[in-house]
C-alpha cells in the first residue's frame, strides 16, 4: 500500500480532485443556465437544469467512492466527502426551485430581483470554484470565503424585500401561493448552502495546512 | 540459558507496550493501518537493536554488581510491571522498570552504585525537555519546508502519508536502539550474554511484543492523549525519535513514552493547541512512579524467593 502510494503519486487523490472540479464546473453551468431560464421564462432550460442534477448526482457518487476506495488520508476524507454533499444540497436546491418555475410563471413584480439573486447565486458558484482551486494548491482562501459571505449578505437583504413584494401580489388560490412561496424560499436558500460548503472548504484548508 | 527467559518477556511487553509511541498517532489518524504498523515496527526494531543497541547495553548493568540469577529476577519484575501496565493500557516506562529493578537488587546486596544513577536520572529528567524543545524546533522547520515546497493538497497529502510511514520507521529503529539494553542489559552487566548477543535476543523479543499484542496501548495513546492533525502526528514522532536517538549516542536507555508525550506536549505548545488530556498524562505519570518502585520491590521479593529456594528448585523441573 505503501509502495503503491508512493509510485502512484497520488494518482486517486488527482482523479478525486479533478471529479470535485467538475462537480462544481458543472455546479456554475447549472446555476448559470438557471439564471437564464429564469430572465427568459424558459421552461425547456428549466429542464436542463433538472437533467443536470442527475449528473451532478452521479460525480457525487463516483467522488464518495473514490474517496472509500482509499484516496486522501482517513483523516480528511469526512470532510472531503461533506463538501461533496453540501455541494449536492446545491444541485437539490436548484432543482426543487426549476421544478417550481416550470409550474408557475414568476411574477412581474419579483421578476427581476429574482434574476438578480440567481445571478449572484451564479457570482458565488464561481467564487466557489476559485476558492476550491485556490485550496488545491494551498492558497489562503480567507479573501474568497470573505467574498462569498458578502454575497449571501446581499441575497439575505434582497429575500426579505422579495417577501414583501410578494405579500402585495393577490393570489388566485392556496397552491399557487405555496409554490410561490416554495420557488422564493429555494432561491434565497442557494446562497447560504453555498457559503456552507465554502467554509467547509477552509476547514479542509486548515486541516492540512 | 532459561534465565533469558525473564528477558524475553521483558522485551515482549516492551515492544507491545511500546509501539504505540511509534506509529500510535499514526494508526489512530488512519494513515496507517495497524497490520502495516506493527510489521514495520517489528523489522526496524529488531534491526536498531542489531545495529546500535550495544551502546546502551553497559549502562543498565553497571548500576549494581548482579549475578546471573539477579539478572534474571530483575528482568522477571520488570517484564510483569510492564506487562500488568500494558493489560491496564498505561504507556509505561521500561527504562526506569528495569532501572527501579536494578537498584533493588543492588541495594538488597549492598552493590548498587548511585553515581551511575545519578547520570540515568539526568538523562531521564531531560527526556520530556528535549522532546519538547525538538519537537518545538522540527514544527518550526518543517513547517518552513513546507510553505517553501509551496505543495498542493495533493502532495501534502502524499508527503504526510510517506512521511509518516518514514518516520514510523525511524521512530522504531531508534525505539530498538534505545531500549533494547532495557531487555537484556542486565544480562551483559552479569556476564550472561555478550553485547552482540544480546541485541540480537532482545531485538528479537521486542518484535514478537510488537506482532502479537500492541493494538490495546496503540489505540490509548492514539487517540486518548491527543487528536493530533497529520502534520503534527509527523512532527511529534519524529521528535520523539530523535530525542530517543540522542540518548542512544549518550548511551542512556530513555523512556519511549516520556520523549513521545513530551513530543505532543512540545506540538501543542507551538501549534497553541491543546494536546494533551490532564486525565490520560495524570495515568501516565502515575505508571512512570510505581513501575520503578513496584519492580525494585518485586525484584526484592524475587530475590528473598529464590533464597528460600525457589526459582531454581522449579526451573530444575526443565532440565
Known sequence: MFLERLFSSGKKERDVTEKMRRHLELLCDVCSKFKTALENQDRNLMCDVIDLERQGDSIRRAVISLIYEGAFLPFLRPDLCKFVEVVDEVFDLLKDTATYCRSTELPEPLRDECVRVALLNFRMSEMLLSSFDAMLKNYDLREKALAIRIYEKKIDDMKFYIIDEAQKIPVSDFWSGKILSDLISGLTSISDVIEDASDHLQIINISMR | ?319
Open chain 2, 1 to 319: 540459558m532459561w534465565m533469558l527467559l525473564s528477558g524475553l518477556l521483558l522485551g515482549w511487553s516492551l515492544g507491545a507496550n511500546h509501539t504505540a509511541n511509534v506509529f500510535g498517532t499514526g494508526v489512530a489518524t488512519g494513515t496507517v493501518s495497524y497490520r502495516a504498523a506493527i510489521l514495520l515496527t517489528a523489522v526496524f526494531v529488531a534491526l536498531g537493536a542489531f545495529l546500535e543497541g550495544p551502546k546502551c547495553m553497559s549502562t543498565v548493568g553497571a548500576l549494581s554488581r548482579l549475578t546471573a540469577m539477579d539478572a534474571f529476577h530483575c528482568a522477571l519484575a520488570a517484564g510483569i510491571m510492564m506487562s500488568l501496565l500494558t493489560f491496564l493500557s498505561f504507556p509505561g516506562s521500561a527504562s526506569q522498570a528495569i532501572v527501579g529493578a536494578v537498584i533493588g537488587a543492588g541495594i538488597l546486596s549492598g552493590t548498587a552504585d548511585f553515581s551511575k544513577l545519578y547520570k540515568v536520572v539526568v538523562c531521564w529528567v531531560f527526556t520530556p525537555f528535549l522532546s519538547i524543545l525538538a519537537s518545538f524546533t522540527f514544527y518550526r522547520l518543517f513547517r518552513y519546508v513546507l510553505d517553501m515546497i509551496d505543495a498542493s493538497l495533493t502532495q501534502r497529502n502524499l508527503i504526510y502519508s510517506v512521511g509518516t510511514i518514514l518516520i514510523g520507521c525511524y521512530g522504531a529503529y531508534c525505539l530498538g536502539a534505545n531500549n533494547v539494553a532495557n531487555v537484556t542489559g542486565v544480562y551483559v552487566g552479569s556476564g550472561v550474554l555478550s553485547p552482540f548477543a544480546a541485541s540480537l535476543i532482545g531485538g528479537f523479543s521486542i518484535a514478537i511484543g510488537v506482532l502479537t499484542y500492541s493494538k490495546k496501548v496503540m489505540m490509548t495513546v492514539g487517540k486518548g492523549i491527543a487528536p493530533l492533525d497529520p502534520f503534527s502526528a509527523l512532527v511529534a514522532v519524529f521528535a520523539g525519535a530523535f530525542t530517543m536517538h540522542v540518548f542512544t549516542q549518550v548511551g542512556v536507555p530513555v523512556s519511549s513514552s516520556q520523549a513521545a508525550v513530551g513530543a505532543v506536549v512540545g506540538v501543542g505548545i507551538v501549534g497553541d493547541i491543546q494536546t494533551v488530556s490532564i486525565r490520560m498524562l495524570t495515568k501516565i505519570v502515575v505508571g512512570w512512579v510505581s513501575a520503578p518502585a513496584f519492580a525494585a520491590l518485586l525484584t526484592c521479593l524475587f530475590i528473598k524467593l529464590d533464597r528460600m529456594g525457589g526459582f531454581a528448585a522449579f526451573f530444575e523441573i526443565f532440565r
